[in-house]
């Protein structure tokens, strides 16, 4: 093999390589700016972490992405009390608590470190994805080192984790179920449709949007296997989708009325007098999309 030939069959991971470590170094440099709480919803964010542990996760979030939270803060505490102190007391929740009250920002640090690991995570779930989707196509190695680097370098998993938000497990939750669909061969394989339906409820359980996801998947089923057949299949992919929604958003079981309460609060309060049909179009081309949208053409 002359080194050309290897130096080309290389070229797209190569790109991928810089792409990562260009990303990274963006990412990181940033990790830490600014004050812990960013925006009106971080408080809720990190005490739902700490009250979950009680049963009192804030009802606006969602009971896994307050697990998470949580259990990030617990072992924060740890590290710095074992580190400092070399003990840990009884009422290690409220002592952490307690911590965190009196000084949140290595607390708001770990966790979007965290968030920074899910991030790549992601990142290669796309890129395998990517290679799923394109696995007949000659170029399927590009194909899927564009994917990964369009990920990569999209603005919103910037955001995502400088501010309290769960857009980026939410989209770790999206591709991994997305990536188990087309592994189940479109449905034909029923185990591994359902594990991508528990995945995307859990997706739906960060944000509602994940719900797109199991819709448009059950009319995917459709298109593949035909009415009676797709109907078979996703009966048992809707329902785990449902159920794994429910149980990670919490309040969906625990206090319907309240959960619905607050969907209408929120679709109120998006509703603002002040953004015009297609402003947040322009912004994104304002951001990224200077980039992004050629590479998608």
Known sequence: MSESYRFIRYLPFLILLFVFLFSFGTKISVLDVGAPYVTIDDGTKYEGGFHVWFGQAPPQRMYIESWISGISSI?????RNVGQ?????LNLIADAYRDFRANPDPYVLSYRSVMLFVDFLTAVLVFLLAKEVARRHSEANWIAVIAASLYLLSFNTLWAYVVARPDTLTAFFAVAGLLLYYRSGFGQHQKTLVLSGVILGLATGMKLHGA???IFICLDLWRQLGFKEAVRRAFWFGIVSVLAFSVSAGSVIFDPALYIKLRLLNARDDASPWLE???QFVT???GTGWLVVPLII
């Open 75 to 79: 072992a924060t505490y740890v590290v």
């Open 85 to 89: 102190e070399g003990v840990l007391g």
């Open 212 to 214: 797109f996801f199991v």
């Open 277 to 279: 049909w297609g402003d």
């Open 284 to 286: 994104l081309l304002r």
